[in-house]
């Protein structure tokens, strides 16, 4: 029954972690109870599309990575109107990656 709700987890919210450590989340699943089952249940992840398009409208003025939780980061982006663009647009392609990171910490804390 654990391996139908983890393969069930993982096939509905595969896109939020890194492909490379999905198998991670879903051996912590296997080997929790169905109480370990409801708490990753009830975890919200940030959705890494939505970052991507938050970060191409206002990334220059830091609020992708207030939104991430990088405040230092947010500030500085802030200040600096994104690195005078250069670095929005690096984040285009970094953001997605860090907001995966964000949600596979989020979940392996609660596991």
Do not use: H
């Not at 699943?29 to 409208?57: H, N, Y």
């Amino acid at each position: 029954m654990q391996q139908d709700k983890a393969d069930i987890f993982i096939m509905t919210n595969a896109k939020y972690f890194p492909a490379e450590k999905v198998y991670l989340i879903k051996d912590k699943i296997m080997a929790r109870d169905d109480s370990g089952v409801m708490v990753i249940s009830s975890i919200e992840f940030k959705d890494p599309m939505t970052f991507l398009i938050i970060s191409v409208l206002l990334g220059s003025l830091g609020v992708d990575r207030f939104m991430l939780g990088d405040v230092g980061l947010g500030i500085l982006k802030l200040l600096t109107l994104g690195g005078c663009g250069i670095w929005t647009v690096i984040d285009w392609f970094l953001i997605q990656k860090k907001t995966r990171e964000i949600n596979f910490n989020a979940i392996m804390t609660r596991l």
